[in-house]
């Protein structure tokens, strides 16, 4: 996340041209808004990484600290990991799913949701050490935005920053402590030790936004410029209550709302945002979820207070309230002009799910100007995703890779600069800003599915990479989507939203076993007559504590006039992780995105070790 910069009032032009065809292929953009966190990984990347332009960054994340914090996700187009936003992004990822999880799983991206879920808590994991010890940033953004390098090439500073009872950070452990309790619900079904492991981390980590209570921009400092935390604690200590309760049906946690619904300001905030800092909102629509499935007890007349400013938000966004929000001339939600996008993304989740709420309880919505149908919550959040997606002035879409006319030059280190797959040079720090942030031209990378920041309180947008507050991405733009879109993608609304319901068991991620080879196939081809060319070399080299690592590039070309299928490798003597290629029992296929190689076409794949080059050679194959 690039910090904003003043700048003198532009006189701006509103273009008035036709939108774009209000028909939108919601399932192709869900999957797409998943395959997004993909780009953003940090650490080691899996076998199974379809964003293949990306290899391992981060490694050593934790390590002067004496604490493992490989791995986890880069919040924006820089190099840092932000806690407090990171969190954020998990929670709101959990809660898609949690109620929209039987659609994602009809179109296939429950497995690939869930995947992105649970690489941010197995980071979040590894950041809590300790009850009253939570790493909260690893490295700063003024060191990481002096420079421009891909994550794979960073040399800037990577100390990590903690809270504990000494240095508190109350919203940075809620948050946190929200984001565990969210995602133990997601996993209850598939992989009940695993939720099980972070409903504890939840309880310890509610606990120690509780009992040490504090801002944690006032501990970790070098957080103020970036994502300082200007609401205070007490949203993220009622949202985690929320959460921790859904999780856990603890009346403990139901209690904590009640009691300190009034004096943390949960029923006195009337919010018209909702985002990573200010969550009243989002804690005002679960209280009203839980009023409304009857369970707020003795606590109904502080929650029936909830719930008037849950309506108050609601009814701003649709145009019935009191305060509504501000929006351009084309209809979009307007907060403000750096990464507003984030800011309708979120709001519309929160309308998305109160409407399914109210449709299940048979209400209506109470607004200023009258009782509204909740279906108008609905397609407000569908006008702001159409408008999202290119039903909008320019007929821009704002998530990249989707349409043909969307964002080619995003503020985005990695996307910006050529893939280390493709040209291993070492990039400096300085470097990259004059090689690769000045050009204009497209990003070598496209980064699939990314929600940049979009356009101004007038509809215009300037697809430049040095606009930052435009055309930055984030993963909290995209979390709230996953949910929306399953939504406007089932088509279905007859599902109830009150019931607890858990979510759906995924069907594997990983690519089906590819049948066995027919009779025709020829085995074991390692002669010079052989179709298929394997040439091998290496890339690169590099000492790392005394130990020299190797970068292997493989070459495999189709050198017959068939299109090759049905590939199984031999892969010996490695010792590292290897990229490029899908592993099934002892033998190596096709990437997971790959099929078939036509005639005269080339694959690449590369590994890494401290050794000499592995064994590559052909088991089987079809020629068709």
Request: with cysteine; glycine share 8%; hydrophobic share 35%.
């Amino acid at each position: 996340m690039e910090k904003s910069m003043s700048m003198a009032p532009l006189l701006l032009m509103v273009l008035c041209l036709p939108f774009a065809s209000g028909w939108h292929d919601y399932n192709q953009a869900l999957s797409k808004s998943i395959l997004f966190f993909e780009a953003q990984r940090s650490g080691y990347l899996p076998h199974n990484q379809r964003v293949t332009w990306r290899a391992n960054s981060g490694l050593n994340d934790g390590k002067a600290s004496e604490v493992d914090l490989v791995g986890g996700y880069y919040d924006a187009g820089d190099n840092v990991k932000f806690g407090l936003p990171m969190a954020f992004t998990i929670t709101m990822m959990s809660w898609s799913i949690i109620e929209y999880g039987k659609p994602m799983a009809a179109n296939g991206e429950l497995g690939h949701a869930m995947e992105a879920v649970k690489w941010g808590t197995d980071y979040l994991i590894k950041a809590h050490p300790e009850p009253y010890v939570l790493y909260g940033e690893v490295g700063d953004g003024n060191t990481d935005h002096y420079c421009w390098q891909r994550p794979e090439d960073m040399t800037t500073d990577r100390h990590a920053y903690r809270i504990d009872p000494s240095n508190p950070g109350s919203d940075l452990a809620g948050e946190t402590a929200a984001a565990m309790a969210a995602a133990s619900i997601v996993f209850r079904r598939s992989n009940p030790a695993y939720s099980s492991e972070l409903l504890h981390h939840a309880y310890q980590l509610f606990d120690f936004a509780d009992k040490y209570k504090g801002k944690y921009d006032s501990s970790i400092t070098v957080a103020q410029k970036y994502y300082r935390s200007v609401s205070g604690y007490n949203d993220e200590l009622l949202w985690a209550a929320a959460w921790l309760y859904q999780a856990s049906n603890n009346q403990y946690y139901l209690n904590y709302l009640g009691k300190n619904g009034d004096s943390m300001g949960g029923t006195g905030w009337a919010m018209t945002e909702f985002g990573w800092d200010v969550k009243y909102a989002g804690v005002q629509t679960l209280v009203a979820k839980f009023l409304m499935q009857g369970k707020a007890g003795m606590h109904a007349p502080v929650f029936e207070r909830y719930h008037q400013k849950a309506e108050h938000f609601m009814c701003s966004l649709i145009g019935k309230g009191t305060r509504n929000v501000q929006k351009t001339p084309g209809g979009l939600m307007f907060r403000q002009r750096w990464n507003n996008m984030q800011f309708v993304t979120s709001a519309s989740f929160l309308a998305t799910v109160y409407s399914d709420y109210l449709v299940s309880s048979r209400g209506t919505l109470r607004c200023a100007a009258g009782n509204v149908a909740p279906t108008q919550l609905l397609s407000f959040a569908k006008s702001q995703v159409d408008y999202l997606l290119g039903d909008n002035p320019r007929g821009t879409s704002y998530m990249v890779g989707y349409g043909n006319n969307f964002p080619r030059q995003v503020h985005h280190r990695g996307s910006s600069i050529v893939s280390i797959k493709v040209d291993s040079k070492f990039i400096a720090c300085r470097q990259g800003y004059a090689a690769w942030y000045t050009r204009k031209a497209s990003d070598p990378n496209v980064l699939t599915g990314a929600v940049v920041g979009g356009p101004d309180a007038y509809d215009n947008f300037a697809d430049e990479r040095d606009n930052y507050e435009q055309t930055e991405p984030a993963t909290y733009n995209n979390a709230p989507l996953f949910g929306i879109l399953a939504r406007l993608g089932s088509g279905h609304s007859g599902y109830n939203q009150l019931l607890p319901e858990a979510v759906p068991v995924p069907k594997p991620v990983a690519a089906k076993p590819k049948a066995e080879p027919k009779a025709k196939s020829t085995l074991n081809p390692a002669t010079t007559s052989s179709p298929i060319f394997i040439q091998q070399k290496m890339a690169t080299s590099w000492n790392e504590k005394g130990r020299t690592y190797y970068r292997y590039s493989i070459v495999m070309t189709n050198k017959s006039s068939k299109t090759l299928k049905d590939l199984k490798l031999s892969i010996s003597k490695l010792y590292g992780p290897i990229w490029g290629l899908t592993k099934s029992g002892n033998s190596y296929g096709f990437p997971t995105y790959l099929n078939s190689l036509p005639a005269g076409k080339s694959l690449e794949f590369v590994y890494i070790h401290a050794a000499s080059p592995a064994d590559v050679s052909v088991s089987s194959y079809n020629l068709a």
